[in-house]
């Protein structure tokens, strides 16, 4: 089963930038679908962004043209760069390796207004 380990995680103000990475354990990562997901305090987990092995990606309503969901199979990493954010984006974020159903222990997201 991959290992994956989330960092880039922290404090920013609203409007500002961040930039998660994921690195994955294994093989054959360049096959695989991955997602970032978050979850906010009394809510439930939910799907930002995934991307495909052929690049195909999808976003929530909500972060849609703020966030950019890549990654780089020759370093087993998934990124999610995280523009113009806003309070309401603070969470928990979790990388996931959807082919495997593999999650990371995630990295704290905090957004002050």
């Known amino acids: 089963q991959a290992q994956l380990v989330e960092s880039g995680g922290g404090l920013v103000h609203a409007g500002g930038s961040l930039r998660l990475s994921c690195v994955v354990s294994g093989n054959n990562f360049a096959f695989r679908h991955m997602g970032w997901y978050r979850q906010a305090p009394g809510k439930q987990r939910e799907l930002v962004a995934s991307i495909s092995s052929v690049l195909s990606t999808n976003y929530a309503d909500s972060v849609k043209g703020r966030f950019t969901i890549s990654r780089d199979n020759a370093k087993n990493t998934v990124y999610l760069e995280m523009n113009s954010l806003k309070p309401e984006d603070t969470a928990v974020y979790y990388c996931?390796?959807?082919?495997?159903?593999?999650w990371g222990q995630g990295t704290q997201v905090t957004v002050s207004s």
């Open positions: 996931k390796d959807r082919t495997f159903n593999s």
